[in-house]
């Protein structure tokens, strides 16, 4: 049984979070899909709030901090990521989008991205497409068709099993899908891996 | 080994006061700590060259001239030389004349530079950083080892017949480092031609340090220049000292929290156990930095930045006796006592002449200017 990582990042604010549970959910949903395959998932799961000082911090000074780091590696290298930010005045949070301004360009090339969102009211739920989605888009990852808006209704007693629930498990397949069909991660870039070597630099084969 | 001091030129309120230097104050400063690294027993001063505020070396070789004309021994060098904006032929003609005047006290680090409009406003692209990188010191090098050249590039106007004057002190070049925080292609540059390799060692962790001079060690064995051990290595480091370490804390707290660069975000505590930064007492420099040795090696040059961030003359000149007499002595002896035989010294132009054979004169004099017979004709 191959065993795949899953990444998920909430953004999150408040204990208990909405944001967080929707999170959990997703990944649940995510994990039944990849067992169905005969895939294991070791999920890792990341809250922003706890890293928030040293996501400043690494704004500011041009590195992370050793738990920082990691927590980007973890990121970086999973095999998928599933992205979750409260919407905040029309848009992904602060401290979502400043967690993922510290992702190098190029760290999440082609990697499948679920991405979703809780806010206030349902009539946030565009933020999705219009904010959240051409930031992965600019990654490069290939963010899923389906995303995932959860207003407070959805969470009403009366509603959990509908529409919201559905939604969550087609999300969740349409990650494990796209898990699955890729080889493994093999981890995070080196940024300090020397991929060329110096006739090539100056242009001119030694003869 | 050599040691020694590098600023980075910065003209910075001083948090404690709110008193902002003038430029005119801050050169006389840069030239007072060069001067003073001399009198303590310093090695080396190296400056930076910037062509932005709040940055005032613009003009390195006018700088590092008077003070080579003010010293007796000090090496001379940059940290760094912008191998990306300058032209490569000015650099070579600058450095030179600056050879000559200084006896030969001179070595220059190349850098990139690292602010995105510098690069336009010398006409370049920053996205061609290390291609720019990579071909001017290609040309500059040839510049200082052929008497007439004729070059092409991507960056720069052709040359045809073009000699660089004047030509080398004894006819051989200054010797050349090359620096990068991060970029593994520059590890490769140096370790290709065979020079030294300087991390700056400063507001990152040594983590990043490690990767960079270990590339450069086993890249500098892979081009046969020796093992990697033998390779030429230079660091870089920030210190603050006093008698008491709670004093010396006390003391550069604020310069810290206001600094330029890591100011209003980690704590000088985080950041002093994240990056080789050290506040404390001489034992606890000295103590910190002969770690260094553990984890890149045997080296061959560490600079200490201990002027920027808007401290005051009269600290900064505090912090050279503080090196002179406390700490470098006893680093200089443990690193010694420590580095095996085989391990060289950073080259100086003394070496580098001994090693060329001896002093040759390398004038090209014109064969007859009333002709226009040129030097090409001469050197052939």
Sequence with gaps: MT??????VSAGLSQPSSTRLLADQLAAATRDELAGRGEAVDTRLVDLREHAHDVVNHLLTGFPSESLRAVLDTVTGADGLIAVTPIFNASYNGLFKSFFDLVEADAL?????LIAATGGTARHSLALEHAVRPLFTYLHAVVLPTSVFAAPEDWASGTADGA???RIERAGAELAEQMHRR????????????????ADLLGRREP | MQFGVFTVGDVTVDPTNGREPTEHERIKAMVAIALKAE??????????EHHNPPFVPSSPTTLLGYIAART???LLSTSTTLITTNDPVKIAEDYAMLQHLAGGRIDLMMGRGNTGPVYPWFGQDIRNGIPLAIENYDLLRRLWREDVVDWKGRFRTPLQSFTSTPRPLDGVPPFVWHGSIRSPEIAEQAAYYGDGFFHNHIFWPKEHTQRMVGLYRQRFEHYGHGSADQAIVGLGGQVFMRKNSQDAVREFRPYFDNAPVYGHGPSLEEFTRETPLTVGSPQQVIDRTLTFRDYVGDYQRQLFLIDHAGLPLKTVLEQLDILGEEVVPVLRKE???LR???????PTHASLVAAAGGAKDATIHAVDDVTGKAPEAAAR
């Design chain 1, 164 to 166: 919201l629930r559905a």
């Design chain 1, 3 to 8: 065993s795949r990582t899953l990444a998920v």
């Design chain 2, 335 to 337: 690193f010694d006592s």
């Design chain 1, 183 to 198: 080889p493994l991660s093999t981890g995070p870039a080196d940024p300090f891996a020397l991929t060329t070597d110096f």
């Design chain 2, 39 to 48: 009198e303590v027993g310093l090695d080396v001063f190296a400056t930076g």
């Design chain 2, 72 to 74: 007796e021994r000090l």
């Design chain 1, 109 to 113: 090339t082609d990697r499948p991205v």
């Design chain 2, 340 to 346: 095996p035989a085989h391990v060289p010294e950073a």
